[in-house]
Structures are given as structure tokens and as C-alpha cells.
């Protein structure tokens, strides 16, 4: 048999396609090896995509952290409070609001939702 006949020809994938599979990955609770096998591509190729695209400032993810100014609660123990509950992938965060302080609440979640 001809070694030239025999070679495995790499394969190639466009612009387009590498863009949307990367993009894919980026979403919230994504998996890339659940996205590379959807499309029939090796999970190690699409982590070097997303590597390139990170150095080259293409990538669309989200940031992971959003900044929060924390202070410490001035409510009474005896007070009704409001309990909210942020689910974000695998990490939830709890936060409990005093009743007292509802607009201060509102003013918080629109600022975090921005």
C-alpha cells in the first residue's frame, strides 16, 4: 500500500463554525465536551479554539464575578427580612434583607441585574 494514499487528511472547519461552537461553550453551564461531541469535534481542538480566542479578545463570555459593595446588617434581630436566593450555574448565593430596608433591596438588584 502507498504511504501517500494512506495518510489521514486533517480536517478543517471555518471561521463561522469554530466562532459558533466557542460561543457555545461560553454560555452559562455549558460543557465543552458535551459541545465538541454535539458537532463531531475533539474536546481537546475546542479548548485550543477557546484559548485563541481569549488571547485574541474574541471570546463573548460573561464575567464569572460581578463586583458587590458588602456591608454589615443594621436591621434588629426581631425584624422580618426578605430571603433572595441567586442561582448561577452550580453556586448559589443567599442573601437575607431586612423588611425595613425593601428599597434599599430594590436599589441593590437593579444595580446587580445591570
Known amino acids: 500500500m502507498d504511504k501517500e494514499n494512506s495518510r489521514k487528511h486533517r480536517r478543517r472547519y471555518s471561521t463561522e463554525l469554530k466562532a459558533q461552537i466557542v460561543a ?3 454560555d452559562p453551564g455549558a460543557s465543552v465536551a458535551k459541545v465538541a461531541m454535539a458537532h463531531g469535534v475533539n474536546a481537546n481542538i475546542v479548548h485550543g479554539w477557546r484559548k485563541l480566542a481569549r488571547q485574541a479578545g474574541t471570546t463573548t463570555a ?36 431586612p423588611m425595613s430596608a425593601v428599597m434599599d433591596l430594590s436599589a441593590w438588584m437593579r444595580e446587580l441585574l445591570r
Open 62 to 97: 460573561a464575567p464569572r464575578f460581578l463586583p458587590v459593595t458588602v456591608a454589615p446588617p443594621t436591621f434588629a434581630a426581631d425584624d422580618r427580612s426578605i430571603e433572595v436566593e441567586l442561582c448561577c450555574g452550580g453556586t448559589t448565593v443567599k442573601v437575607t434583607w
Open 24 to 26: 457555545e461553550c461560553d
